[in-house]
């Protein structure tokens, strides 16, 4: 089966500027869901879909960052406009939703915030 | 809500020698345990699952892990380590009422020749 795609693969702007994430999840996964990876830490999740519909978005800063999954497929993660401390790795990941189901994750994108 | 400890933060260990990386995880409820694997600029990728059954469980690549519920622990052991083991480890618990994973910080395994 194809994994989970993701786009760009690398990215670097300016602070203030906005920027966005794109994902693919496996097909037939119903659950999607966006994590922060800051160098030397673990994935910190920043929101998860169920479906189309939000889950869990309680360690998303929505001042700045908003996801949206567009008929249940597809997701895009914006930050606008971007902080210093947002450079990271942007992993999504996707799972059949039920319990136990593992993640499968993508390559992620490297944002360097400048 | 579940956390997740991983004792060591690096781990170095000579090619061919045993190698045990630690996790002790924290729920109130019954969890799920994770051993994910990711390699330089990857994502993460599954090693081994424990959902139930059999506390001992074995994964790819030769790595195995032992559930224990008494010590909240889920270690991730393998006899005999190859230099294409260096890797960062992730262990992850999820509970059995939402499917939201929660990660530890990482073990960084280098495999000296």
Known sequence: EAGVAQSPRYKIIEKR???AFWCNPISGHATLYWYQQILGQGPKLLIQFQNNGVVDDSQLP????????LKGVDSTLKIQPAKLEDSAVYLCASSLGWGGSPL??????????? | AQSVTQLDSQVPVFEEAPVELRCNYSSSVSVYLFWYVQYPNQGLQLLLKYLSGSTLVKGING???????SQTSFHLRKPSVH?????EYFCAVSSNTGNQFYFGTGTSLTVIP
């Open chain 1, 17 to 19: 500027q906005s920027v």
């Open chain 1, 62 to 69: 929505k001042d700045r960052f908003s996801a949206e999954r």
């Open chain 1, 104 to 114: 499968h994750f993508g390559n992620g994108t490297r944002l360097t915030v400048t």
């Open chain 2, 63 to 69: 790595f195995e892990a032992e559930f224990n519920k």
């Open chain 2, 83 to 87: 230099i294409s083991d260096t890797a």
